[in-house]
């Protein structure tokens, strides 16, 4: 998997897309969520960047489990799981990042086992409190 400057835009992007992609698809309310809180602008990213992040982290995850089904590749594995938050580390930027994480695995108002391994993972590896979880934009 490729990595990211510490703490960029792009890094934090790709934690999104993390999110958005563990349950296995990325769904419109996903999507549309992304336009209304305009993520891209948050991140410090245009539209087509954070697109960009999202097909990269895509390809990424394709290229590292050749030959497997899209469900079976979106599952959340530990050691990339910790390379891509490891490559965020500043904790403003960890609490936005978790913030919209939660508002973008809550759009579809179904919250699926990988997404938690994702946030549950973001919480532990940033020290981040449990409260954390209740401060999500809608």
């Known amino acids: 998997m490729r990595s990211y400057p510490r703490n960029s835009p792009q890094a934090a992007a790709r934690i999104l897309a993390l999110a958005m992609l563990a349950d296995g698809h990325q769904c419109p309310s996903e999507l549309a969520l992304l336009e209304r809180l305009d993520v891209h602008a948050q991140l410090g990213l245009s539209r087509t960047e954070l697109h960009a992040v ?21 599952q959340v594995r530990p050691d990339p799981l910790r390379q891509v938050l490891g490559e965020v580390d500043n904790p403003a930027l960890q609490s936005l990042v978790m913030a919209l994480c939660i508002s973008l695995v809550k759009a579809d108002h179904c919250l699926a086992d990988s997404e938690s391994v994702v946030l549950a993972a973001a919480l532990l590896q940033w020290g981040l409190p449990r409260q954390a979880l209740q401060a999500a934009p809608q």
């Open 54 to 74: 999202v097909h990269t982290f895509c390809e990424d995850l394709m290229a590292f489990s050749a030959g497997m089904c899209w469900a079976d590749l979106s």
